[in-house]
Structures are given as C-alpha cells and as structure tokens.
C-alpha cells in the first residue's frame, strides 16, 4: 500500500502565526475602543472632586492633589437646586414608565403576533409608522393635552405620554413570533387562554427580553430631559437631568457642581448596566427580526 507522501512547509512556516496575529490585532483595536470609551467616565471623576480653578487650568492634571470632597456634600446642600428630590423624581419616573412599558407592549406585541385577527398586520404597520415620525411633530400637541388635563408640574405628566413605545412593541411582537409554539399549544390544552399563556407560559419564560426591554426604557426614561424640562415647572417636580441644566446657565456657570452632579446621576445606570448587561445582549438577540 503506497504512503501519501508528505507536501513541504513553506520557508518560516509557523502554525496559528496569521490567527494570532489577527486576535492581537483584535485585542489592540478593543483596547483603544475600551480606552476612548471610559475617557468620559474618567473626566467626570476627576472633575466632581476638583475646584473649578482646577478644571479650567491650563496644566493638565489627572487627579487633583487635593480632592474637593465637599463638592458632593454641597450638592445636596444647595437650596436652589433640590438635587434627593431630583433624584427621587427620576428614579420614580424611570421605574414606572419601565414597568408601564413593560406592561403594554408586551401585551400589544403578544397579541400582533399570536392572536389571530385580520386586522393585525395593519394595527403592525401603523404602529411601525410611529417610529418614523419625528418627537418634534407630536411635542407641542402632547403638551397642550397634557396642559389641558391639568398634569404640568405633576408625576402623570412626566410618565403617561411616554408609556408605549413604538419601537418596544415591535421589539416584543419579534421575539414572541419566535416563541416555541407547542408550550402554548399546551397550555391551551390544558383549558388556558391567550391571556393566561401569556402569563402563565410565555412571560415567566421570557426573562432575559424582557430585562432587555427594561433597560433600554429605564436609561432612555432616565436621560430625558426636554419633555421633563417643559412639563416640571415647580422645583419640586424637576428630574435630575433637569437639576443639572441648573448649574450651567448665561448667568453663573459651576463646573465642579455640575460635574459632581453628573457622577451622582450616572451612578444608578452604571449599576443597573453592569448587572444587567449580559440580558441586553441576549435578549435583543432573541428578537429574530423576523416577520
């Protein structure tokens, strides 16, 4: 029997030498994406516990040798800007426009993709149109409703109008399309209905979306800051991104205050991005994009 014979290597030939070249080059370009990314993060550290003469200096410093820590407790003792109250405002409204958004647009996604109706490609549709309409075209229609109801200044204001959202629905209508079928059918066999599936089968078994879902909505209701700037006219009712406007006007501009501000702000989706990062991932990838 004749041996296969052997093929010469290459002059300098190394095995894996091109992959591992390509995963350095990999690693270096994450690295400096990594770096350019944090470079904010940094600045507002470095600048909530520096003096104002120090952030404007010509000479560049990374941490000031002597950190201002009092810039945060003077934040919260500042009477013309109710920063607790600020935060309090926000968490409030980020936390139920999260579940409000939870709540509808699971349920209108689940129906467009499960309910048998003739009518739901049209409702999809029509709701896909909304993500095409500029903010700035429904903006002064939703005040005047929202000034008419009496909710200026109030939680009902800030929440309602931003409680469905276009783009949540079609995300959830996507993802229950990929849904395994026979867990329904089996729960319809057992005498459940559609809405009892729904909350019995297909939302205790949709964790990771849905925490998808949550965060995107809670960062987005966090950051706003227009739509809280013209509803919260009374201190008292302002979010904190709102409160942060304060410290820079025409007037008076405090950089240390707004920097030590915008670290007390950050705070809580930092938190909320480091524990629930890996359900964004995987739950937007879930969603299929498929019709």
């Known amino acids: 029997m004749a041996s296969t014979p052997l093929r010469a290597k290459p002059v300098g030939y190394r095995p894996g030498i091109g992959s591992k070249g390509a995963n350095l080059a990999v690693l270096v370009v994450l690295a400096v994406l990594a770096v350019l990314f944090l470079i904010p993060f ?3 550290l470095r600048n909530a516990f520096a003096t104002d003469q120090e952030i404007t200096a010509p ?3 990374w941490f000031s040798s002597d950190p201002a820590w009092d810039n945060l407790s003077r934040l919260f003792d500042d009477p013309s800007v109710p920063m607790a109250r600020s935060l309090l405002n926000s968490a409030i409204v980020a936390v139920l426009t999260t579940a ?3 709540f509808l647009c699971t349920t209108a996604g689940y129906g467009l993709a499960r309910i048998p109706w003739r009518h739901a490609n049209k409702v999809f549709y029509t709701v896909l149109a909304t993500l095409m309409i500029p903010g700035a075209i429904t903006f002064v229609p939703s005040f005047v409703m929202v000034s008419s109801l009496g909710w200026l200044s109030d939680y009902r204001g800030l929440i309602i109008p931003g409680l469905f959202s276009g783009f949540a629905a079609f995300l959830c209508r996507q993802y ?3 849904f395994p079928r026979e867990l329904e059918e089996a729960a ?3 005498g459940l209905s559609h809405w009892g ?8 078994n949709s964790g990771s979306f849905l925490a998808a879902i949550a965060v995107i909505t809670f960062v987005g209701a966090w950051n706003a800051f227009l739509w809280p700037l013209v509803i919260g006219r009374s201190p008292d009712s302002w979010t904190v991104q709102v409160a942060l406007s304060t410290f820079l006007t025409a007037q008076t501009v405090s950089l240390s ?4 501000a915008a670290l007390v702000a950050i705070l809580p989706l930092v938190f909320v991005f480091l524990f629930l990062q890996r359900f ?3 739950g937007v990838a879930q969603t299929g994009l498929k019709g």
Not at 197 to 204: G, K, L, N, T
Not at 257 to 260: P, R, V
């Open 42 to 44: 940094y600045l507002i």
């Open 59 to 61: 000479g560049w410093m």
């Open 100 to 102: 409000g958004t939870l």
């Open 176 to 178: 229950f399309l990929g």
């Open 188 to 190: 319809r066999v057992d």
């Open 197 to 204: 599936a729904f909350w019995r089968i297909v939302i205790p």
């Open 257 to 260: 205050q707004l920097f030590a």
């Open 280 to 282: 964004l991932v995987q």
